[in-house]
């Protein structure tokens, strides 16, 4: 069996999901979370269901790209069953797609969510006599404490098993008896979900009444003739879409007050209220929200915790302890090979290649992992949501609303589901213009390159080098925004309406979720990719184009000759010029497989083989770090960083652009953008601050 949970957005889906699936889909205190259906599998006693998790939507009407892929799901694909998932402490607005879903044929249960938060609030919920007003099984439950879950389950399958007739809030209204006629009519003609369709003709559904059209001419006229017959009130101005919204409201109205008792006091501020006063405030908000960014960074990054000498942050001290692991790990491994006198070729692949290079990136996992933690706990909380609020206003100056903000705040994790995520845009202007901006957004494979540059070159200021690499990057895509909203991509920005959740405590099982995905990809990432990548570089920089094996890391190699011819291009941006600059070239253009692979491609060039002192000095993680602060100056440093920030990503966003573009031309000229202006921001970086006198 296949059930489809569907909802408004925010009302606790994606936690139903991972909670009856074991999965980690994001779940994120705000609205656009999921932007396409997602499938998992739920086990209980008596076989496996498929779950599908469809967008966040308010009605099944096509206004957005996610109402329409919930809609033609559920209508088109006939799911066994819909478990339509209501906040119960908003029941009003939630159970407006109620009424629309209770007009298909397709078995329905309402899942009455967040029913502790609803008690807590003074609002006590009857769900028999809603069943009953309804005519649905309601069964209440919280999907973050899986309260209830079981006996939804349950219902659903026994709901599943028998057959529903749609029902639509019209039937008893002042257009009933011409909504019956068009019922009737579609209905002979076998059209399967008849009462669902007749009421999107009558609301003058742009979809339906086209597809009608071309299906039959002959019962599209007979449906606008009795459309014409019916009069609407005066204050409706003959808009029928307006009075079929007023007779939801009007039927919703009636039954949730036969449900509930008890209500909320008008004039009471409620305790996200009052907290929103002060992190919503015109003033305070945006100072308060980049505040809150460099305190995350200040604990993951920073040497001096609390400003404190010789402190690390708990994000440094766990680097510490991983960096020494794997440098004991590849000491332990060099002396067993040294013990068994292993070819040298052997040693060097194993040492220097694929332990350097897995190494130099695993020892910044658990700082990717905090910086991962505490922006869940911002995004669970609500408070992310607030943010998109605040950044409305300044985003129009740039062409994009609000929002455009939140995948972009997903593009701090990853940029493929950032990407994806621009589909809850309406304006196609909008979805390619912040397609273009997203790798200006350091996505989670950057961090170990500013974790490893901000410890080896910044290292009294951490946290604000890498707090200044994320608002560099924000900053340079508002000057894009600007100058592509003037130039390539003229026209008005959509409005931006959102309703701000309440603020909730964060779910441990969900963060917990959240952080071993990553957790798991990143390992998947490191034993697959980067590790047979490493293996490449170490050959290509230990063998030369005659394939006889030269001096570890030299400029005869192959990569040193290839990085040699490219040089010259990354010359004017002052990390290609001295000696030996070849290595971070070539560490720049494997990073356009994997961002990961820049750090990883440093650890092997860096290196001093395996006659060098790593087996003496079994940090290998502060011999990288060394090097690297004797290789490059802070302008230096700056100039790399912002090149790897805004340059063309890794080649699956190339690809998730390339599939939400939808043309090469128009991908190539994205590629165009990201390589022109990380060489221009790394030129004047570079020149303005030798110009200056900063070194």
């Given at each position: 069996m296949r059930f489809a949970l569907a909802g408004n957005p925010n009302s606790g889906k994606t936690t139903l999901f991972n909670r009856l699936t074991g999965g980690a889909a994001r779940v994120g205190n705000w609205p656009g979370v999921t932007v396409d259906k997602k499938e998992g599998i739920c086990k209980y006693s008596a076989g496996a269901i498929a779950i599908v998790d469809l967008p966040g939507i308010y009605s099944l009407s096509p206004y957005t790209p996610e109402e329409v892929v919930a809609r033609n799901y559920i209508i088109e694909e006939n799911?066994?069953?819909?478990?339509?998932?209501?906040?119960?402490?908003?029941?009003?607005?939630?159970?407006?797609?109620?009424?629309?879903?209770?007009?298909?044929?397709?078995?329905?249960?309402?899942?009455?969510?967040?029913?502790?938060?609803?008690?807590?609030?003074?609002?006590?919920?009857?769900?028999?006599?809603l069943s009953?007003?309804?005519?649905?099984?309601?069964?209440?439950?919280?999907?973050?404490?899986?309260?209830?879950?079981?006996?939804?389950?349950?219902?659903?399958?026994?709901?599943?098993?028998?057959?529903?007739?749609?029902?639509?809030?019209?039937?008893?209204?002042?257009m009933g008896g011409e909504f019956r006629q068009i019922v009737n009519l579609l209905a002979e003609k076998e059209v399967e979900h008849p009462v669902f369709h007749a009421v999107k003709l009558l609301e003058g559904d742009k979809l339906e009444t086209d597809e009608l059209k071309n299906r039959s001419g002959a019962l599209s006229e007979e449906i606008t003739r009795i459309k014409s017959a019916i009069k609407l009130d005066a204050e409706l101005e003959n808009d029928f879409a307006a009075a079929v919204a007023d007779a939801r409201y009007k039927y919703i109205s009636g039954?949730?007050?036969?449900?509930?008792?008890?209500?909320?006091?008008?004039?009471?501020?409620?305790?996200?209220?009052?907290?929103?006063?002060?992190?919503?405030?015109?003033?305070?908000?945006?100072p308060m929200f980049l505040f809150f960014m460099y305190i995350v960074f200040h604990l993951t990054f920073s040497n001096s915790f609390l400003w404190v000498e010789g402190l690390p942050s708990p994000g440094v001290w766990l680097q510490g302890l991983t960096e020494d692991f794997m440098s004991f790990l590849s000491a332990a491994a060099l002396r067993l090979l040294t013990e068994r006198e292993a070819a040298e070729w052997a040693r060097g692949l194993l040492v220097d290649g694929v332990l350097a290079g897995i190494?130099?990136?695993?020892?910044?996992?658990?700082?990717?992992?905090?910086?991962?933690?505490?922006?869940?706990?911002?995004?669970?909380?609500?408070?992310?949501?607030?943010?998109?609020?605040?950044?409305?206003?300044?985003?129009?100056?740039?062409?994009?609303?609000?929002?455009?903000?939140?995948?972009?705040?997903?593009?701090?994790?990853?940029?493929?589901?950032?990407?994806?995520?621009?589909?809850?845009?309406?304006?196609?202007?909008?979805?390619?213009?912040?397609?273009m901006l997203m790798p200006f957004f350091s996505c989670g494979a950057k961090l170990p390159i500013w974790a490893m540059f901000s410890a080896a070159i910044f290292p009294d200021s951490a946290d604000l080098a890498v707090f200044a690499v994320y608002t560099g990057g924000i900053a340079v895509a508002a000057v894009t925004a600007v100058i592509l909203n003037r130039t390539v991509w003229r026209g008005e920005t959509t409005p931006f309406i959102m309703e701000l959740p309440s603020y909730r405590m964060p779910g441990a099982r969900s963060l917990l979720l959240h952080l071993w995905e990553k957790l798991k990809g990143f390992v998947v990432r490191a034993s697959t990719v980067i590790a047979g990548a490493t293996v490449v570089i170490w050959f290509l920089s230990n063998f030369n184009l005659s394939l006889s094996m030269v001096e570890a890391n030299s400029a005869g190699s192959i990569l040193g000759l290839l990085g040699g011819a490219v040089a010259p291009f990354f010359a004017p941006l002052g990390f290609a010029g001295a000696e030996d600059s070849w290595k971070a070239v070539v560490a720049v253009l494997t990073g356009l497989i994997a961002k990961e692979m820049v750090i990883s491609t440093m650890g092997i060039l860096y290196n001093p083989g395996i006659e060098g002192d790593a087996l003496a000095?079994?940090?290998?993680?502060?011999?990288?770090?060394?090097?690297?602060a004797e290789v490059f100056t802070p302008l230096s440093a700056a100039s790399f960083m912002m090149f790897n920030l805004l340059s063309i990503p890794c080649m699956a966003a190339v690809a998730?652009?390339?599939?939400?573009?939808?043309?090469?031309?128009?991908?190539?000229?994205?590629?165009?953008?990201?390589?022109?202006?990380?060489?221009s921001v790394a030129f004047l970086i570079f020149n303005i601050g030798s110009f200056i006198g900063w070194r």
């Open positions: 799911p066994e069953l819909v478990i339509n998932i209501v906040d119960a402490t908003n029941l009003e607005r939630n159970l407006y797609l109620s009424t629309q879903l209770l007009e298909t044929e397709t078995p329905l249960v309402i899942a009455l969510n967040m029913i502790d938060a609803a008690d807590s609030e003074g609002l006590k919920i009857d769900p028999q006599a009953g007003e309804l005519g649905v099984p309601v069964v209440p439950i919280s999907a973050l404490t899986g309260r209830g879950v079981a006996d939804l389950i349950e219902t659903a399958c026994r709901s599943a098993a028998a057959s529903r007739k749609a029902s639509s809030v019209l039937e008893h209204s002042a039954r949730v007050r036969r449900a509930v008792a008890g209500s909320r006091t008008a004039d009471k501020l409620t305790a996200s209220d009052k907290i929103d006063l002060v992190l919503t405030n015109k003033i305070l908000g945006i190494g130099a990136i695993l020892s910044f996992l658990p700082q990717i992992l905090m910086l991962f933690l505490f922006l869940s706990i911002m995004e669970d909380s609500g408070y992310m949501a607030r943010a998109a609020f605040l950044m409305d206003k300044p985003l129009r100056r740039f062409g994009l609303s609000g929002k455009a903000f939140l995948p972009m705040l997903m593009g701090f994790g990853c940029s493929v589901p950032a990407m994806l995520g621009t589909r809850v845009l309406e304006s196609e202007k909008e979805r390619h213009l912040a397609i000095d079994e940090n290998a993680g502060a011999l990288l770090t060394g090097k690297l998730a652009a390339n599939a939400e573009l939808r043309g090469f031309k128009r991908l190539a000229g994205v590629i165009f953008l990201w390589l022109f202006t990380a060489w």
